[in-house]
């Protein structure tokens, strides 16, 4: 009679290990840098916890905007978390010996790197700074303008009416912001007017994602609550790229446009 056949044990190469400790390395870093370039928001938020102090936390996020504009360009360009169809369409173009027009940002990261993300990220906090700063200003007026109101038509019994709006549109705007950050990241000879128009209007497209990122930006801070150090060290990076992944294919369709419009199929391919 013959032996039964043993069920094969899964084999774990050591490739596949690498790859899953390179990026278990890079999550944890861009948590640490995300934490970094965003300093101003976190010591507000240690320091000044009560949201009495609102227009502080206002104010530190509009200087915190240079580090997540940075962190949005090492997940744009990094290997280990570009999409393939994007890294496929770039080799394409780089094997052509033609470069990436001036309205499409080179990339943030060098293709040849494999865990290297310090550096980088500081290259893109540089690049980026004075730009993102200015979005991080005008957005963080708009923020504080909607509190601000907000809190003094509650005094009035008809103003009361107009708060939810108001609220409303205080919660959207952080996104509206963050998108802005990406368009920013993504085109930067973009002008001013037309990033934060589109912006507001493409935060707005696939609304279901808006919603996704709002339910990841709520466990987050609730996470926060509970294990504030575990859950800023662990989670920062994952939900940062979750969100930016969100920003992304919501304004996917005005990136195909664009690239639609330079009649180059290999541009089109970058965003299909």
Known sequence: MAAAAHPRRPHITADAFLTVANVVYLVLAMSLLTL?????????????????????????????????AASFAIFRDHPVFMPAARRDALNVIESSGAALPDWIA???????VSVAVFRPYGRAYRRLFRRALTVGAIMCTVEFALLYDAQLLMQVAWGQLLVPMLLVLAAYNPFAMMMVLHIAVEFPQARLRALLRNGWMMTIRRPYMLLVNV??????????????????????????????????????????????????????????
Do not use: K
């Open 36 to 68: 970094a370039g965003c300093l101003p928001l976190v010591l507000a938020v240690i320091f000044a916890p009560s949201t009495a102090f609102y227009p502080l936390w206002i104010a530190a996020a509009a200087l915190s905007a240079p580090g997540v």
């Open 215 to 272: 339910a990841v930006a709520v466990v987050y801070a609730w996470g926060l609550t509970i294990s504030p150090i575990l859950v800023a060290v662990l989670a920062t990076g994952v939900a940062a790229f979750v969100v930016w992944a969100g920003l992304r294919w919501q304004s996917q369709p005005l990136a195909l446009a664009m690239a639609r419009e330079s009649g180059d199929r290999r541009l089109v391919a970058l965003y299909e």
């Open 106 to 112: 080179a990339t943030y990261v060098p293709s040849d």
